[in-house]
């Protein structure tokens, strides 16, 4: 009788999200390997919602999932530096990251936790406004701004920017109405909310990006130990071949936001050197240095990230 | 324990009926079947996800626009504004044939405008509105039924509490969601004044205008009386839509204003009728957000058991006309909503439908308006329906049998009604599409 | 001694509804802050949105005993209504034990929860960073205090002094 595993994501299933794809692949291969075990995907939140997973994960209630890793990061701190600003840049230095010992640091973090990575993923992201270009900290003064994660949101206040929670499902209408002026988020969800129709310039992740975000797929350790060998290793394999095929993907992901953004008549730039090291100051005394402060081995962590070259 | 989907569905289905049946509170029947098919599913260690379940269930700024545009209504119904706006509208409908029941559903759409719940209509409107007309001796079913009808557009009307559960539930825009239902709104409150007049002429009721005749100054009057309505809709959907907050925030602004309006117009200083809208606002959202929550563990527990899963994929597999599945999926509804408050049916049904919505290429912005006529019918369909316990508690001399054979009418109504919206979608789309521009 | 048991749950049930009702004023009152300080400020809100969901939140659950006691929470009354006064009496003292086992299932759950981000010093993955078991507290209260309303309830139905009548 073969194990039957859960895999549980936030994504739309079916729909060609490669972070849906990802979790889908991986358990075709694991069925393919004829290790005995069957990977049932929930796609969309259907079994866990996107903040409950890293509990259940942990707790072995749930096999595998796939989620931004920060989520967590109200139960370990340290999680946080997996969405902070201009630690990532671009995505040959995300593949450098990937093997350094920052993410070894994160990655043991992560096993004490009680699971394990079994594949990387680093999702890249954007700046727009409806006012004008971002570009240095000095071009979001005063424009009411939706950030994706707490470190942005620090950052961002730091340079002057009113910031407004809401989901992403609402950024499309708050730029509609007026209630919001620039957002920063994944380049998917810039395309698939159609942000395009409502924004003047878009800030596109180039050399330069901001905003990088960590979303690995996962699986419980309980469960992962319980497993033979063979099976571990199914499990494995499954996963780096799945983390090869998304690093390609995403890139083609942004080379569709930047396409739709310009066929869409939106002017679209890249973040300059100087502009990107203008923000890392300010990132430096807020986000950075909260971080620092307030958790433990925060400041390493993020030593050890900047010291990738 | 390993039992087929399908078996565990039916038993899970047959532990709800059982657990309801005994007429405990639907929430906690809703919650404890759903630990009992957790446990069956996952065994012991689903008790250190559940209280998680339940309290992410609910603990989002968007749901606390629940209790907000509940506030906004029992804020106005502590008040004699609810009586201020009927005779207004009285004064002014009092020659045409009819006037009063047209004033009763007028005032149900009007306070449909400031409340997001259908009970809260039906208790603001029915508290003034049935004895009046039982008074001018209209019949006990068209007194009944009309408040009964009326009162369900408060959840199709903006602000409305399902629609904002299906707004996350779906991730579509709740600002947009909310315009879908203005203009299909209107189009119920025409037609349920037209049966209601039909209605009346049918049962040999003679409408006259002996009773009080109204001259023009006296008319001009009333109209100040409407004010406090005016200011409240106008100032919330000025925060709506004017760029001032979300959707989710709105609300808030919306029920601090309407207290605002309310103490200072009707001179509510005391604390007795301040506490009076606190307790009723207290106990409306708590049983609908309780049921909210219990209603996550429940889809969870669906979820655990693929249960959902498989009902979905045999509805995805149904090789059907499109508007065929459209039928089946209100059937489905239908039958729900006679059972199950709206918000229980949209949190567990929503994410399992829109997907299957949204491929067969219906309008997620139009469904959401077919789902919310299909939620109305279901506070009037017994053995639960939220406006039957309203209309019971105001006039508990109408005996049930009355009320519900006035409410049947309506209920045809709005089937018709989504017929109507089926063939006519842009009815639904084009305020929204108008305001937002199209949708993608 | 069984009256002054049912005296101090009804107290203790409507002294928490009466703090739920206040914090919903508190969040309210929030919500407008927050919308102030960003329209006529721009100015960045941090604590705000954790601070409005969470109230709210805290005062559904804390609401819940209050709604029990005054029979706020809708269920289906058909056969309670159509049955004979014996079977009635019967289905309401069946609905109550089950009621009591859904609200000591949910004590217990919520204070694993509770207990969890208590002794890890879980936060909220928000800027605010607020510590989680502050809006956790209201679960297990809130649900301890439903289990001692089931039993005053159940205690009513048995000994038929149940002045309420079947649910609305
Ligand atoms: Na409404
Ligand atoms: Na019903």
Excluded at chain 1, 200 to 206: I, M
Excluded at chain 2, 147 to 152: E, H, K, N, R
């Amino acid at each position: 009788q073969d194990i039957t595993l859960r895999a549980s994501h936030q994504f739309p299933g079916g729909k060609g999200d490669p972070r849906d794809e990802m979790v889908q692949m991986i358990a075709r291969d694991v069925a393919a390997a004829n290790v005995g075990i069957k990977i049932q995907v929930f796609p969309g939140a259907s079994l866990y919602k996107a903040n409950e997973q890293w509990g259940a994960l942990t707790k072995g209630q749930l096999d595998i999932s796939s989620f931004p890793l920060d989520y967590a990061s109200g139960r370990v701190p340290q999680f946080s530096v997996t969405l902070m600003p201009g630690l990532v840049r671009n995505f040959d230095r995300a593949d450098r990251l990937n093997s350094s010992p920052f993410m070894q640091d994160i990655k043991k973090i992560v096993e004490a936790q009680g699971a394990i990575v079994i594949a990387d993923a680093w999702l890249s992201g954007a700046f727009a406004s409806k006012k004008g270009c971002i570009t240095g900290p000095d071009s979001i003064k005063g424009q009411v701004t939706r950030a994706a994660g707490p470190a942005f949101e620090q950052m961002l206040a730091a340079a002057g920017a009113s910031i407004a929670s809401m989901p992403s499902s609402e950024i499309y209408s708050g730029m509609q109405t007026g209630v919001l002026d620039a957002t920063n988020t994944s380049s998917e969800s810039f395309v698939s909310y159609r942000l395009f129709e409502q924004v003047k310039c878009l800030t596109a992740p180039g050399a330069n990006a901001l905003w990088f975000m960590y979303e690995p797929v996962l699986m419980s350790k309980q469960v992962f130990d319980r497993l033979k060998p063979d099976q571990q290793k199914a499990i494995l394999a499954a996963g780096k071949k799945a983390q090869d095929w998304f690093a390609q993907e995403v890139r083609k992901g942004d080379q569709k936001l930047v396409d739709t953004f310009k066929k869409a008549g939106v002017e679209v730039i890249e973040m300059s050197a100087s502009d990107y090291d203008a923000w890392l100051k300010v990132a430096q005394a807020s986000a950075y240095k909260n971080f620092s402060e307030k958790v433990k081995g925060g400041d390493e962590l993020i030593k050890k990230a900047l010291a990738v070259q | 324990m390993t039992l087929s989907p399908t078996t565990s569905g039916l038993v899970v289905i047959g532990i709800l009926f059982a657990l309801l049946a005994t007429g405990m509170p639907i929430a906690f029947a809703l919650g404890l079947t759903a630990i009992f098919g957790l446990l069956m599913a996952s065994g012991w260690g689903v008790f250190e996800v559940l209280a998680e379940t339940m309290f992410a269930g609910i603990a989002n700024l968007a749901y606390v626009s629940i209790p907000m545009f509940v506030l906004m209504g029992a804020a106005v119904a502590a008040t004699p504004a609810g009586r201020d706006l009927y005779e207004a509208l009285d004064r002014w409908l009092n020659r045409v044939p009819g006037g009063l029941v047209l004033s009763n559903i007028g005032a149900c759409a009007i306070f449909a405008g400031m409340t997001g719940s259908s009970p809260a209509t039906c208790a603001a409107i029915g508290k003034m509105g049935i004895p009046e007309m039982l008074k001018r001796g209209y019949p006990a079913s068209v007194a009944t039924g009309s408040i009964c009808a009326g009162g369900t557009l408060g959840i199709l009307i903006p602000p409305s509490v399902t629609m904002i559960v299906y707004g996350i539930a779906t991730e579509t825009s709740i600002g947009r969601l909310f315009l879908a239902g203005v203009m299909p709104g209107l189009m119920l409150t025409a037609m349920f004044m037209a049966w209601s007049l039909y209605d009346c002429s049918r049962k040999g009721f003679r409408f006259d205008d002996r009773g009080t005749r109204f001259s023009f100054s006296q008319k001009l009057e009333a109209l100040p009386k409407v004010l406090p309505f005016l200011i409240i809709i106008l100032g919330t959907l000025y925060v709506l839509y004017g760029g001032v907050a979300t959707p989710s925030e709105a609300a808030g602004a919306g029920a601090f204003l309407t207290l605002g309006v309310v103490i200072v117009m009707y001179r509510l200083f005391r604390p007795k009728p301040v506490f009076e809208i606190f307790s009723s606002t207290l106990r409306e959202s708590v049983m609908i957000m309780m049921i909210m929550a219990s209603a996550e563990l429940f889809a969870f527990a669906l979820s655990s058991l693929f249960i959902t899963q498989t009902v979905a994929a045999s509805i995805a597999g149904l090789d059907v006309n499109r508007w065929v599945l459209m039928a089946i999926i209100n059937l489905f509804l239908l039958v729900a909503g006679m059972f199950l408050p709206p918000v229980a049916i949209i949190v567990m049904s929503a994410p399992l439908l829109y997907p299957i919505i949204v491929s067969s290429g219906f309008d997620p912005y139009w469904f959401a308006v077919i789902l919310t006529i299909n939620m109305e019918i279901g506070l009037i369909t017994p053995p639960v329906g939220l406006n039957l316990f309203v209309v019971n508690a105001i006039a508990p001399q109408v005996p049930t049998a009355q009320v519900l054979k006035g409410a049947l009418p309506y209920v045809l109504l709005m089937i018709g009604g989504i017929v109507v919206l089926s063939i006519f979608p842009g009815i639904v789309t084009w305020l929204p599409d108008t305001v937002m521009g199209p949708v993608k | 001694m069984t009256r002054s048991f049912l005296h101090a749950v009804d107290f203790l049930s409507r002294a928490v509804a009466i703090l739920a009702g206040l914090l919903l004023v508190a969040s309210m009152v929030v919500i407008c802050q927050m919308i102030f300080m960003r329209y006529v400020f721009r100015a960045p809100t941090i604590w705000q949105t954790d601070f409005v969901v969470f109230t709210a939140t805290a005062a559904v659950f804390l609401g819940a005993p209050y709604v029990l006691l005054t029979r706020g929470h809708v269920g289906v009354d058909v056969i309670e209504i159509m049955a004979a006064k014996p079977v009635q009496r019967v289905l309401g003292i069946i609905g109550a034990v089950l009621g009591l086992l859904f609200a000591i299932a949910m004590t217990v759950a919520s204070s694993i929860f509770f207990h969890e981000a208590y002794v890890n010093e879980w936060r909220t993955s928000t800027v605010a960073a607020i510590t989680l078991w502050i809006p956790l507290l209201p679960l297990p209260v809130s649900f301890a205090l439903l289990t001692l309303q089931y039993v005053a309830e159940l205690v009513r139905r048995i000994s038929g002094t149940d002045g309420f009548g079947a649910h609305p």
